[in-house]
């Protein structure tokens, strides 16, 4: 079933607004997607009419709060497949998420000479806390390496890396540069069977495509909530029980245990152990929201549409002269998320992504918090980047693609081929 966009677009009040005069086209989705009148309505609801504090208060607003912010776990549970929402811990994004594995799980998992395997296409998030982790511990970070065409895993390397019985196993479903889908199935089952876990960075494929963790089989799959309509400042970990339930918490406070005596504790129940302090309630409640959004639309028809769109840029570009598109190719489409970087002969995107904001376009240009895989394997500075999501339609790409020819007349591009 093809979206409704235009239905869809009157939803996102943002979407009215003008940049210079010009109705804002907005690429970038990767990075932060826009929200619903629904997710907004629901923030302003909870501070208009039951603000209060969760997990303690009997007066009734108190108590509505509570089962709002749980009523949103099961939610969340339910849209990834987790088994209850006892496997359902909310963070503060995806990067906290990750973080939490890494200084509790691995904490107590991994020693000296123990090996961690990441890729090559891996977000900071997903590089930095593995970083930090083998200098404490004295252990191995390895790489998968990318293939020839730098665009997607290298069979061999996975092999390769798998044989050397890695302890954790952390992969990206998506990235967030090529866009490359990854067989996070297939890798689990490869994980498992060399005796490691696996932690799977979902921050761009849960807000694109149907997801189910049990399917996958993942041990910790992060996530976070302003990608996928919901605000900022709420992320997910589900992991399952039988890890969490041996997990220490990461921070010590109210809220996570069950008793305190001088010298000890008992922590609290599972998720709670691991939600120290007042949460981030009305994050918790507009994530719901989110969630009802989506599945309403449906998650299939969500990546069907991210897929045609995908393929009419692809296309549209494969005609423009002085872009190179990075990723696989448009007949792999069904490999590859709704997110096309690109660069234009040599000019910097920055300069590029200034250009596309005079024709109030909004794409990402930069790193991608991604240097290894932007400075190290594809050996450019920077890259710009258009990424799609619900609200996109074809208009927005061709406005996309009127940019760069207005980028190329900037820089005179044009015109040194027709003097040449
Ligand atoms: N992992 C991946 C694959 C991501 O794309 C991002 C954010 C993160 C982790 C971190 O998410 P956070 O919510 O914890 O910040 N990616 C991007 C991006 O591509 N442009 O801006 C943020």
């Known amino acids: 079933m093809s979206l409704d966009v235009e239905k869809i677009r009157k939803d996102f009040p943002i979407l009215k607004i003008k940049i210079d005069g010009k109705p804002l086209i907005y690429l970038d989705s990767a990075a932060t997607s826009q929200k619903p009148k629904k997710v907004i309505n629901a923030i302003s609801k909870y501070y208009k009419t039951y603000n209060a504090n969760i997990h303690r208060g009997v007066y009734q607003i108190a108590e509505k709060a509570t089962f709002e912010y749980e009523k949103s776990k099961k939610k969340v549970a339910s849209f990834i497949n987790a088994d209850s929402i006892e496997e359902i811990v909310y963070t503060r994004n995806t990067t906290e998420s990750i973080n939490l594995v890494a200084r509790t799980w691995a904490e107590q998992n991994i020693g000296k000479g123990d090996r961690i395997l990441i890729t090559e296409m891996e977000h900071h998030s997903n590089i930095v806390p593995w970083i930090d982790l083998v200098k404490r511990k004295g252990a191995i970070l390895d790489y998968i390496k990318l293939n020839q065409n730098h665009d997607e895993l290298d069979g061999n390397s996975v092999k390769e890396q798998m044989e050397k019985r890695p302890k954790l196993v952390a992969i990206t479903h998506a990235s967030n540069v090529l866009g490359t889908i990854v067989d996070v199935k297939s890798m689990a089952k490869t994980a498992h069977e060399n005796g490691a876990r696996i932690l799977i960075d979902g921050a761009q494929s849960v807000p694109h495509m149907p997801v189910d963790v049990r399917e996958i089989d993942a041990d910790f799959y992060a996530f976070s909530g302003h990608k996928m309509l919901g605000p900022t400042g709420i992320g997910v970990l589900y992991a399952k029980k039988e890890l969490l339930d041996y997990m220490p918490p990461m921070f010590g406070g109210g809220d996570m245990i069950k008793t305190v005596e001088r010298f000890s504790y008992t922590p609290n129940d599972l998720p709670w152990k691991f939600e120290a302090g007042t949460a981030n309630i009305e994050g918790g409640i507009a994530l719901g929201v989110a969630v009802d959004y989506l599945k309403k639309i449906g998650m299939k028809n969500v990546r069907d549409h991210e897929k045609r769109l995908t393929n009419y840029a692809l296309e549209k570009l494969s005609s423009v002269k002085h872009v190179k598109v990075y990723g696989l190719p448009v007949n792999r489409l069904d490999e590859r998320g709704g997110v096309v970087a690109f660069s234009i002969d040599d000019i910097h995107p920055h300069d590029v992504a200034s250009i596309f904001d005079t024709e109030g376009v909004a ?42 020819e207005k980028v190329k007349n900037t820089f005179k591009i044009n015109k040194t081929e027709v003097l040449a």
């Open 363 to 404: 794409i990402r240009a930069g790193h991608h918090c991604a240097m290894p895989l932007v400075v190290e394997v594809l050996k450019q500075p920077a890259l710009s980047r258009m990424s799609f999501y619900i609200y996109n339609n074809e208009e927005d790409v061709d406005k996309a693609i009127a940019a760069i």
